[in-house]
């Protein structure tokens, strides 16, 4: 039986790690928390209540401070949508010097063994408005950027964005850079958005140096046009001309793609594209799903999909593929009992029997997957097929 505990694990707000997953709850000081519970039986680890002060090393007191890029943009009420990464058991969450009102920020470095704050850095040392936000970790490297973070046109032109990268074991500040946000970070890389006159256009850059490695030659319609980062590849929908973009992060290498799909990376073994067309006006059958092996690997048609729905991945894992199957305009009625999270192998075929219903993927590891349905957590632990 899965293991159901009071936590709202949004997707994007929770994190396994090793046998623990971590939730991030609330939005700003006052109702923002992060919870550490253990994955097999529910057990409180650690706690961190924004209503409380916090005691911030080098810094004095802190209000953890839940705050992101944009707004989680499924649910009814106003949710920042902060990072939620583990960088060499160091989870950065931001912090603000009071509750309400001008003051300054930065970034605590959180022990997620244990809790205990290792560092603290102040990204804003004067009283602002503005608020630190971590917006990409990679695997040494955490980046903050500072700016106004509520509303989801992030940032507005109004606002000069600064992003801040610093050591994730230190907290050391590495390099830092105006009119750049950070997206997201794999290895000893990360992609940010970078602002000229009033266009962003996509970077990779070294996490440590802030190297460019690769520049985007179409613009982003905003600082947050980014589909996902894994397995040493980003990818990217600029929307403003409808274009997909593959990026090798370690070289900065653009991969050429034989598809308008948008694929999703995944981290999976060995690391893939998937794309599936069974979501265009007709449901395209088990063809429509197709792999691809990183980095220089041919397009492959699966084989055993249901011909009626279509896969939207989310992550990697070992050999599986893990996301939703939705139906289509062209689905049938029955075809709707193929609906839910699954899990896949490369040929599209199900691995285990599907969670039907409204959940959603939170987050998944090889022993753990978390989902989230009406304001709770389910863990489920993984069997080996």
Request: proline share 6%; glycine share 12%; charged share 20%.
């Amino acid at each position: 039986m899965p293991l159901t505990v009071p936590y709202e694990a949004l997707v994007g707000r929770a994190r396994i790690v090793g046998d623990s997953v971590v939730v991030v709850d609330g939005t700003g000081t006052e109702t923002g928390r992060v919870m550490c519970f253990g994955a097999a039986d529910g057990s409180k680890k650690w706690a961190i209540d924004g209503s409380r002060a916090m005691s911030v090393p080098g810094v004095g007191e802190g209000w953890l401070c839940v705050v992101g890029p944009a707004f989680l943009g499924y649910v009814s009420k106003p949710v920042q949508r902060p990072t939620v990464r583990v960088a060499r058991d160091v989870l950065p969450v931001s912090y603000a010097g009071a509750v309400k009102g001008a003051t300054t920020s930065g970034v605590v470095g959180v022990d997620v063994r244990t809790g205990d704050p290792v560092w603290g850095f102040t990204a804003m040392p004067v009283a602002s408005t503005d608020r630190t936000m971590v917006t990409a970790v990679a695997e040494s490297v955490v980046l903050a950027t500072v700016s106004a973070p509520f509303g989801p046109f992030f940032p507005d032109r109004a606002h000069q964005p600064t992003t801040v990268a610093v050591d994730a074991e230190s907290g050391q500040e590495l390099w830092r850079a105006k009119d750049v946000v950070g997206l997201s970070g794999d290895g000893n890389s990360v992609v940010v958005a970078k602002r000229t006159t009033t266009e962003w256009f996509p970077e990779v850059r070294d996490a440590r140096t802030g190297e460019v490695r690769w520049t985007g030659d179409v613009r982003l319609v905003g600082a947050i046009d980014h589909e996902g980062t894994a397995a040493d590849h980003v990818v990217l929908n600029p929307t403003d001309k409808g274009v997909v973009q593959v990026v090798r992060l370690s070289t900065g290498k653009q991969l050429k793609l034989k598809t308008d799909e948008i694929p999703m990376v995944m981290a999976s073994d060995p690391p893939l594209l998937v794309w599936d067309s069974g979501g265009s006006w007709v449901a395209k059958g088990p063809n429509g799903f197709v792999t691809q092996t990183l980095p220089n690997g041919s397009p492959t048609k699966g084989k055993h999909r249901h011909h009626g729905v279509w896969f939207s991945g989310a992550y990697g894992v070992g050999p599986y593929l893990w996301g939703r199957t939705k139906t289509t305009l062209g689905s049938k009625p029955e075809d709707s009992a193929f609906e839910g999270l699954v899990v896949l192998d490369r040929t599209g075929a199900e691995c285990a029997p599907a969670l039907r219903g409204g959940y959603e993927l939170a987050d998944v590891s090889r022993d753990w997957l978390v989902v989230s349905q009406k304001g709770f957590a389910q863990v489920h632990r993984i069997s080996p097929a």
